[in-house]
């Protein structure tokens, strides 16, 4: 299997375990939470209180994080810069909210965002209207 391929499986596993528990009452969307690690892009997946639609927005207060937990995708496979690494993930995430095993949780909320904490961040999935 390709290393990219073993990522996304990977990922889909941890996604997987994570949204395999009682979702925390006054959680109404999720978020990707992304930071900039040595050698990989580190994956953190929380809970929020709020949405916005706005295509730039900042999430609501957590409502629950995987903390710690998070999933590493090396450099290797997400690029070479903050940019490659952005659509790399979208690009993961967005694959899992549609064939993951428990996506269902994640598209029964308001919505699903993506963004580097310290950036901006973007309306990954949302109902349609």
């Known amino acids: 299997m390709a290393r990219s ?3 996304k ?3 889909f596993e941890w996604a997987d375990r994570l949204l ?21 892009v580190h994956v953190q997946l929380a809970g929020t209180e709020s949405f916005s639609t706005v295509p730039e927005y900042w999430p609501g207060g957590e409502t ?3 903390g710690d937990d998070v999933f590493h995708v090396p450099f290797e496979v997400a690029g070479t810069n903050w940019q490659e ?3 790399a993930l979208r690009r993961l995430a967005s694959s899992y909210i549609a ?3 428990n996506s269902g949780v994640l598209r029964s909320s308001q919505g699903v965002g993506i963004g580097f904490v310290d950036g901006d961040m973007y309306v990954l ?5």
């Open 64 to 66: 629950f994080s995987s």
């Open 20 to 40: 395999n528990v009682e979702v925390p009452k006054g959680t109404v969307a999720f978020h990707f939470n992304l930071y900039e690690g040595i050698d990989s």
């Open 9 to 11: 499986a990977e990922f």
């Open 125 to 129: 999935w949302q109902p349609a209207v």
């Open 99 to 101: 064939t993951g095993k």
């Open 5 to 7: 391929g073993k990522v």
């Open 85 to 87: 690494w952005l659509e």
